[in-house]
């Protein structure tokens, strides 16, 4: 089966600041994405970014990008420039290529401190 | 373009009564979830719809849990006797098939006491 997994529960980050948040992903398969999704507090969930697992280039999405190491199974966000909108709860989700549901991680609370 | 809106967005419920959540996707999507997330965990999924379908059950569907999706509009997720274990936010999500993005709704958060 597969999991996700984040192992930060809490980060902190100073406003304009740099932040990045981890994520390991276990799966035997080949053909899969990947995602990360921000929940902010009594707020519906959006997406920030997705990686397909076949490009080998990892996305970009204005202040958002990606660090997709496959080998590894590790798919970590980095924030650039923080701003205090970006305080929310972010969830590593994993869909398989043949799956409809997402797997979804624990989350990680990232705090922005002005 | 609405989004994905749910109904009743908070519910507080005694034990053992039955409970009935209501999920409208987005108009042109054709597949349909939900999950269901505890506080401090993220989203578990429950079902999945393609049009009225219903293609998928997690485990944590219990027989209690049953959710439909008549002509493959709107959805709805009944939970029967229901239990303090099953106080959560309930979320649906919605998604055209051949792309990337589930789109969810603002949750329904159940109370039972």
């Known amino acids: 089966a597969q999991t996700v997994t984040q192992s930060q529960p809490e980060m902190s980050v100073q406003e304009a600041e740099t932040v990045t948040l981890s994520c390991t992903y276990d799966?035997?398969?080949?053909?899969?994405?990947l995602f990360w999704y921000k929940q902010p507090p009594s707020r519906q969930m959006i997406l920030v970014i997705r990686?397909?697992?076949?490009?080998?280039q990892n996305a970009t999405e204005n202040r958002f990008s990606v660090n997709f190491q496959k080998a590894a199974k590790s798919f970590s966000l980095k924030i650039s420039d923080s701003q205090l909108g970006d305080a929310a709860m972010y969830f590593c989700?994993?869909?398989?290529?043949?799956?409809?549901?997402?797997?979804f991680g624990k989350g990680t609370k990232l705090s922005v401190k002005p | 373009d609405t989004g994905v809106s749910q109904d009743p967005r908070h519910k507080i419920t005694k034990r053992g009564q039955n409970v009935t959540f209501r999920c409208d996707p987005i108009?042109?999507?054709?597949?349909l979830y939900w999950y269901r997330q505890t506080l401090g965990q993220g989203p578990e999924f429950l079902t999945y719809?393609?049009?009225?379908?219903?293609?998928?059950k997690s485990r944590l569907l219990s027989d209690r849990f049953s959710a439909e999706r008549p002509k493959g509009s709107f959805s709805t997720l009944e939970i029967q006797r229901t239990e303090q274990g099953d106080s959560a936010m309930y979320l649906c999500?919605?998604?055209?098939?051949?792309?990337?993005?589930?789109?969810f709704g603002p949750g329904t958060r159940l109370t039972v006491t």
């Open positions: 999500a919605s998604r055209l098939a051949g792309t990337y993005e589930q789109y």
């Open positions: 799966t035997s398969e080949s053909d899969y994405y």
């Open positions: 990686q397909e697992a076949y490009k080998q």
């Open positions: 989700a994993y869909r398989g290529g043949s799956q409809g549901n997402l797997i």
């Open positions: 108009s042109e999507h054709n597949r």
């Open positions: 719809f393609q049009n009225e379908a219903q293609l998928e």
